[in-house]
Structure formats: C-alpha cells, structure tokens
C-alpha cells in the first residue's frame, strides 16, 4: 500500500504526522470498498452484454478484461501457464477474447456443434460462480 501512495515502506515507524494522515484515509477507503465487495459481491459480478437475439454476449466484457491484463501481462504471467492449476479459472473469460491480430487467444476452437454450443451458450457461466473474497482489512495502528 505504501508504494502505491508514494510513500516509505517504513512510514508508520518513521513517517509524519502528515504520512500517517494520508495511510489512514486511504487504509479507510481500502477498508469501505473492501467491506462493499465482500457484502454485497453480486453487485460486482461481470455484467455482459445482451444480443440482438435476447442471449447473452460475454464478449465485450471478456475483451475488456484480457485488454486490463495486457496493461501489466507480466503480473498475469503465473495464471497463464498451462502447468498452473489455477489457469483454468481464466477459461472461461479467455475463450472469447481474440488477440491484436484477431485470432482466438486460446487457439482455434475444436470444431463441432458441441463447442459452438458450449461457448455460446455455457462457458460464461464458470466466471459468476466464485467465492466470496476474504475480508482483508488493513490496520492502521495510529
């Protein structure tokens, strides 16, 4: 938290009283919104896009997310390894992304009606099943 303010990693044993002010509004802040998503984390679920059709599209909402990680794609690194278990939890959002170039950022999908099915009509529903966040406050020992 204190890189991210600009402040001293030691600023609660050797800051001011200024440095001490600003950590404890922003540990507020972290604590209100933190609160907010552990309470009421349904309000904060993907909400996509719906289709002419009335079905729903993921696509807008999946593009957008891959477009995020691809801004800091280093510190995604560890999730996009193939031997990392927990690379499946992003399935789901990146079988509908497409790259700079326009192919599918997974590859090619196996072709057949079972995967045109699976991803139009049920791969976007892995991504609204997760788990409560835990709650994280931060203290602020002033």
Known sequence: MCAVMGLPRD??????????AAF???AKIH????????????????????????????????QGFYAAMNLKIKSWKRLLDLDNPNHGLLLPILIYCVDKKGMPV?????????????????????????????????????
């Open 11 to 20: 600023v609660l044993a050797k800051g001011s009283a200024t440095d001490h």
């Open 24 to 26: 404890a509004s922003v």
């Open 31 to 62: 604590n209100r919104i933190n609160e907010t998503l552990f309470d009421m984390p349904q309000d904060y679920a993907p909400r996509f896009a719906t289709k002419p059709s009335g079905g729903i599209d993921p696509r807008p909402w999946c």
């Open 106 to 142: 997974l590859g090619k999908p196996r072709p057949g009606p079972e995967t045109a099915h699976f991803i139009e009509h049920e791969a976007y529903k892995d991504m609204a099943s997760s788990p409560r966040p835990p709650r994280t406050p931060l203290r602020h020992p002033l």
